[in-house]
């Protein structure tokens, strides 16, 4: 693919200072999940062969891993947004991203793991208490087997 070059230089400036852990809505989450007792595993590595190595937030005794999206670099259907510079680069950009996203989702889930997957702009409260339930629940499946 020949693209022109996808964002301006200011843009281009903005992206690179946006890390890729450790944004508002991870910590936000986090917070609310050690406010609850749990206790896990951040920006932690996932099994091979995922192209996304990394999930947010790690359960991995209880195989549970934790993704806070991004609404712009997932495509949310609700807060994203489409660039106007570069629209075709950005379009297949954002595409690609969502199939990995669902790729590494069927790929975790087969080898046993939940996957739990939140928009930036979740409602942390309920979002927690979604994934202390899940850890809990695997706590109770893993001890009835």
């Known amino acids: 693919m020949d693209f022109a070059d996808p964002v301006s ?51 991995p005794r209880r195989r549970v891993a934790v993704f806070v999206d991004g609404c712009f670099w997932h495509g949310c259907p609700e807060h994203g947004r489409k660039p106007s510079t570069n629209s075709v680069y950005w379009a297949e950009k954002l595409a690609r991203n969502r199939t990995r996203d669902r790729r590494n989702g069927d790929v975790l889930a087969a080898a046993g793991w939940l996957v739990l997957r939140y928009w930036e702009h979740v409602d942390v409260e309920a979002a927690s208490e979604e994934v202390v339930e899940a850890v809990l629940g695997r706590r109770a499946e893993r001890a009835a087997r």
């Open 9 to 59: 230089a200011a843009t281009s400036r903005r992206m690179r200072a946006t890390g890729s852990r450790d944004t508002r809505p991870e910590l936000a989450l986090r917070r609310e999940l050690h406010r609850r007792g749990r206790r896990f595993r951040v920006d932690a590595p996932l099994p091979a062969p995922l192209q996304r190595r990394r999930a947010d937030v790690l359960f």
